[in-house]
């Protein structure tokens, strides 16, 4: 994984807080845990893929539902970070995702792996997440 940080700290703690949140996300935290990384006022947008067609702007309401539909589909998934950038209240992300289904998907059964590969960029104020954009490419299903 290519790491940098380009300033003395903010940056560098910000790519810390993007990497705890990722990890909180992983070991399948309930979401209140998750929502403690996100600004009251968060925004994430997820830009149109296969999943989602016509992309997606979300609140921290809308975020908590997708949490929770999520958790029916997968019983897992992992964020292979590629390369991370961060520089002041800015962090980019290059991930490899893997979801493992917990219901047949497409051509994948049930315990199959969803892959996609994502790029992910936060801007963080006061050390909560702003906002955060998702481009995600997923693998052929």
């Known amino acids: ?8 700290g903010s940056g560098e703690r910000n790519l810390q807080i993007v990497q705890e949140y990722l990890r909180t996300i992983e070991r399948n935290a309930p979401f209140d845990e ?12 997820e830009f149109p893929n296969r999943l989602v067609p016509d992309g997606a702007t979300r609140g921290l309401a809308e975020l908590a539902e997708a949490a929770a ?7 897992s998934q ?6 991370a ?4 209240d800015r962090v980019a992300i290059e991930a490899r995702w893997v979801g493992v289904l ?4 497409g051509s994948i059964p049930a315990g199959g792996e969803l892959t ?6 936060f801007e963080l104020c006061d050390g909560l ?3 955060q954009h998702n481009y995600d490419c997923f693998d052929p299903w």
Not at 85 to 88: E, G, H, I, K, L
């Open 116 to 121: 996609a590969h994502f790029g992910v960029f």
């Open 129 to 131: 997440i702003l906002s």
């Open 69 to 75: 539909r999520g958790r029916n589909v997968v019983t």
């Open 85 to 88: 950038v961060a520089s002041d």
């Open 102 to 105: 917990a219901i047949p998907f």
């Open 34 to 45: 998750v929502a403690a990384y996100f600004a009251p006022d968060v925004v994430q947008r």
């Open 1 to 8: 994984m290519t790491v940098r940080a380009g300033d003395s």
């Open 78 to 83: 992992r964020y292979e970070v590629k390369s």
